[in-house]
């Protein structure tokens, strides 16, 4: 229900109040430094965000047509998240570019008036794009949703026509159906002007009853929580010719991949073992699955199987607002995933990135033969600052991502369409970087560049001992900031740096020698003095880098994007993002500079950076 002309005209006062208040304050606070709507050097210029208003996850990215199009959590109402949000959608040629599109769902009915939350797309045979997304209904209840484009000759795809057999999926299973009414004629689902085009689909039968779960009693032990039953997943076909989704869920403490089948993509029935589950892991939000090659840097459509295949399963943590992975085997048999021996199912395991990065999505790129991922963004600052410049989280840029060569571990890489937006080279000689030098980069714009490098480290016996206790690389990166000087590092970069080094974000590497005579690398990114505002969250991340320094160069390549420091190191083993909000270090005020605040030296092998010119971003 809309608000009232005089509470509108009263709200709007109040907003006025504040904004003097703050502008009137001795304290120092992020909203200080800027005006108005092009006056806000914290708005990014190359990561996808809206012109204004809140944004959180990426949903149902894909290519269809040869188009990208990208629909995102959003709501249209204000800066701060809202329950009843909506998926909003941009399209692009390039990853890179974007031109806006008028949002595809709204809360609408029963089933998703309450918000149109996170969900995906999948492609189905023939092309034809399909979207599951969790709508929360009039009951508060989260249930599963199906959509389809209106118009399939319309490569914008700008409108989208909800099923009517909505909710697909029911958390209580009160829309399930016995398995043997299945067999029935093709029903179109929806009429357009494109007859030849319409989705249609033959609802053959499904698995055997005794193999699938109908409605569940009240009394079930294994009762689905409506209120933590969300974000259904990428479907995947099976060599049986059923598809799979899984959706995330909780029992207790234990964080659940719940599995679903389908004949025809729209009646669905819930398998009796979820796809994947793990005890103290909390609710699981914005599950991904996808395969990966073994024998390849590409990517793999969802439903590619076989033997040069693995699989990756990613949740996204609602307890801690971080995301882990492993890596492991899918049986299509069993219908379960097993991760890999040694590939940790908890707080401990391997993350996409080590920083500010949640809700992640992935989807197979068939222009490119490649996966590509997305992550959420959000703010570091207070939502009465979000209030007051207008807006709220952002897209890290699309990455690449393929299995490493190990086996181990996952790989990501900036899109290469990225570099499209590169200018101004600046190159630094090899050079010997003594203790405690700095040298600053000159020639490009440094609130906004894309920096590649590496070092090399000639003397690795002075390496400091590693102690086995150190387990968790975000808490020895707190402790050793790039202010603690070691024996080999911190060396590495200040982004965002203001002239007389007041403020920067630091990125860098400090080298260990472990009991094994082998040599342990920490990739931190050190917000500590990435501001004067300390209303702001300066956290300090870190990640144990899977790289030996005796054999390869250390690598990182940073993106700096004005309150964006996006790290890569190790050549995209290991990532980390920033969200920082100088005072001075902002845009002519920004500085880089390459430092070692070590007693050993370290040379730098390569050297290149760019200025990058500001993409069309909505």
Same mark, same amino acid.
């Given at each position: 229900?809309?608000?009232?002309?005089?509470?509108?005209?009263?709200?709007?006062?109040?907003?006025?109040?504040?904004?003097?208040?703050?502008?009137?304050?001795?304290?120092?606070?992020?909203?200080?430094?800027?005006?108005?709507?092009?006056?806000?050097?914290?708005?990014?210029?190359?990561?996808?965000?809206?012109?204004?208003?809140?944004?959180?996850?990426?949903?149902?990215?894909?290519?269809?047509?040869?188009?990208?199009?990208?629909?995102?959590?959003?709501?249209?109402?204000?800066?701060?998240?809202?329950?009843?949000?909506?998926?909003?959608?941009?399209?692009?040629?390039?990853?890179?570019?974007?031109?806006?599109?008028?949002?595809?769902?709204?809360?609408?009915?029963?089933?998703?008036?309450?918000?149109?939350?996170?969900?995906?797309?999948?492609?189905?045979?023939?092309?034809?794009?399909?979207?599951?997304?969790?709508?929360?209904?009039?009951?508060? /209840?989260?249930?599963?949703?199906?959509?389809?484009?209106? &118009? =399939?000759?319309? #490569?914008? %795809?700008? +409108?989208? @026509?909800? !099923?009517?057999?909505?909710?697909?999926?029911?958390?209580?299973?009160?829309?399930?159906?016995?398995?043997?009414?299945?067999?029935?004629?093709?029903?179109?689902?929806?009429?357009?002007?494109? /007859?030849?085009?319409?989705?249609?689909?033959?609802?053959? &039968? =499904?698995?055997? #009853?005794? %193999?699938? +779960?109908? @409605?569940? !009693?009240?009394?079930?032990?294994?009762?689905?929580?409506?209120?933590?039953?969300?974000?259904?997943?990428?479907?995947?076909?099976?060599?049986?010719?059923?598809?799979?989704?899984?959706?995330?869920?909780?029992?207790?403490?234990?964080?659940?991949?719940?599995?679903?089948?389908?004949?025809?993509?729209?009646?669905? @029935?819930?398998?009796?073992?979820?796809?994947?589950?793990?005890?103290?892991?909390?609710?699981?939000?914005?599950?991904?699955?996808?395969?990966?090659?073994?024998?390849?840097?590409?990517?793999?459509?969802?439903?590619?199987?076989?033997?040069?295949?693995?699989?990756?399963?990613?949740?996204?943590?609602?307890?801690?607002?971080?995301?882990?992975?492993?890596?492991?085997?899918?049986?299509?048999?069993?219908?379960?995933?097993?991760?890999?021996?040694?590939?940790?199912?908890?707080?401990?395991?391997?993350?996409?990135?080590?920083?500010?990065?949640?809700?992640?999505?992935?989807?197979?790129?068939?222009?490119?033969?490649?996966?590509?991922?997305?992550?959420?963004?959000?703010?570091?600052?207070?939502?009465?600052?979000?209030?007051?410049?207008?807006?709220?989280?952002?897209?890290?840029?699309?990455?690449?991502?393929?299995?490493?060569?190990?086996?181990?571990?996952?790989?990501?890489?900036?899109?290469?369409?990225?570099?499209?937006?590169?200018?101004?080279?600046?190159?630094?000689?090899?050079?010997?970087?003594?203790?405690?030098?700095?040298?600053?980069?000159?020639?490009?714009?440094?609130?906004?560049?894309?920096?590649?490098?590496?070092?090399?480290?000639?003397?690795?016996?002075?390496?400091?001992?590693?102690?086995?206790?150190?387990?968790?690389?975000?808490?020895?990166?707190?402790?050793?900031?790039?202010?603690?000087?070691?024996?080999?590092?911190?060396?590495?970069?200040?982004?965002?740096?203001?002239?007389?080094?007041?403020?920067?974000?630091?990125?860098?590497?400090?080298?260990?020698?472990?009991?094994?005579?082998?040599?342990?690398?920490?990739?931190?990114?050190?917000?500590?003095?990435?501001?004067?505002?300390?209303?702001?969250?300066?956290?300090?991340?870190?990640?144990?880098?899977?790289?030996?320094?005796?054999?390869?160069?250390?690598?990182?390549?940073?993106?700096?994007?004005?309150?964006?420091?996006?790290?890569?190191?190790?050549?995209?083993?290991?990532?980390?993002?920033?969200?920082?909000?100088?005072?001075?270090?902002?845009?002519?005020?920004?500085?880089?500079?390459?430092?070692?605040?070590?007693?050993?030296?370290?040379?730098?092998?390569?050297?290149?950076?760019?200025?990058?010119?500001?993409?069309?971003?909505?």
């Amino acid at each position: 229900m809309s608000p009232s002309s005089s509470a509108i005209i009263s709200l709007l006062l109040c907003y006025f109040c504040l904004f003097y208040l703050l502008q009137s304050s001795e304290s120092s606070s992020i909203t200080d430094y800027y005006s108005s709507e092009d006056d806000q050097p914290y708005r990014t210029a190359y990561h996808f965000q809206p012109p204004r208003n809140w944004m959180n996850d990426p949903n149902g990215p894909m290519i269809y047509e040869g188009l990208y199009h990208l629909f995102y959590q959003y709501n249209p109402k204000g800066a701060v998240w809202a329950s009843d949000i909506v998926w909003a959608h941009s399209t692009s040629k390039d990853l890179i570019n974007w031109i806006p599109r008028e949002p595809v769902l709204y809360p609408s009915q029963h089933y998703d008036i309450n918000g149109c939350w996170s969900g995906s797309a999948t492609i189905l045979p023939g092309g034809k794009p399909a979207v599951l997304y969790t709508g929360i209904n009039a009951e508060n /209840q989260q249930v599963q949703n199906i959509a389809f484009p209106k &118009n =399939l000759s319309d #490569p914008y %795809l700008e +409108e989208w @026509v909800k !099923s009517p057999l909505n909710p697909v999926i029911d958390p209580n299973g009160s829309n399930m159906t016995d398995a043997s009414s299945f067999d029935s004629p093709t029903i179109d689902y929806y009429t357009n002007d494109h /007859q030849d085009k319409n989705i249609a689909f033959p609802m053959n &039968n =499904l698995p055997e #009853p005794n %193999l699938i +779960e109908m @409605v569940q !009693s009240t009394s079930d032990p294994d009762m689905i929580d409506a209120s933590n039953f969300r974000d259904p997943s990428t479907g995947w076909l099976g060599p049986d010719g059923r598809w799979r989704v899984i959706i995330g869920s909780k029992r207790g403490k234990r964080g659940i991949a719940i599995l679903y089948w389908s004949k025809d993509f729209i009646h669905w @029935v819930k398998a009796k073992q979820p796809l994947h589950s793990a005890e103290d892991t909390g609710m699981w939000e914005c599950p991904d699955f996808f395969p990966v090659s073994t024998i390849a840097p590409v990517g793999l459509n969802t439903s590619v199987d076989g033997p040069n295949v693995k699989h990756v399963l990613k949740v996204s943590l609602f307890d801690n607002s971080k995301e882990y992975y492993t890596t492991g085997t899918y049986d299509y048999a069993k219908d379960v995933y097993v991760p890999n021996k040694g590939s940790i199912d908890d707080i401990f395991g391997l993350r996409f990135d080590y920083g500010k990065f949640y809700a992640s999505k992935t989807f197979f790129d068939s222009a490119k033969n490649r996966r590509v991922l997305w992550g959420w963004i959000n703010e570091s600052s207070s939502a009465d600052d979000d209030i007051k410049k207008g807006w709220s989280g952002i897209q890290a840029a699309p990455r690449a991502i393929w299995l490493d060569k190990s086996g181990k571990h996952l790989v990501q890489w900036p899109i290469t369409e990225l570099e499209t937006l590169r200018t101004g080279h600046v190159d630094m000689p090899s050079k010997l970087l003594d203790g405690g030098s700095t040298v600053e980069v000159l020639g490009l714009t440094a609130s906004q560049a894309d920096v590649e490098m590496s070092f090399k480290v000639t003397n690795l016996e002075k390496a400091e001992k590693f102690d086995p206790s150190w387990t968790n690389a975000e808490d020895l990166c707190a402790r050793k900031v790039a202010t603690v000087k070691g024996e080999i590092g911190p060396f590495g970069i200040m982004a965002l740096a203001s002239k007389g080094l007041e403020e920067y974000t630091a990125i860098f590497f400090r080298i260990f020698k472990a009991n094994n005579n082998k040599y342990v690398v920490l990739m931190c990114s050190d917000q500590s003095r990435s501001s004067l505002d300390d209303s702001t969250d300066k956290a300090n991340y870190g990640v144990f880098l899977d790289v030996d320094p005796t054999k390869e160069k250390l690598s990182l390549r940073t993106l700096i994007d004005h309150s964006i420091v996006e790290s890569f190191g190790g050549e995209g083993k290991g990532c980390i993002t920033a969200r920082v909000y100088p005072t001075m270090a902002i845009g002519d005020g920004a500085h880089l500079h390459v430092f070692n605040n070590a007693a050993e030296a370290v040379r730098i092998s390569s050297f290149s950076g760019w200025s990058m010119n500001k993409a069309q971003i909505n």
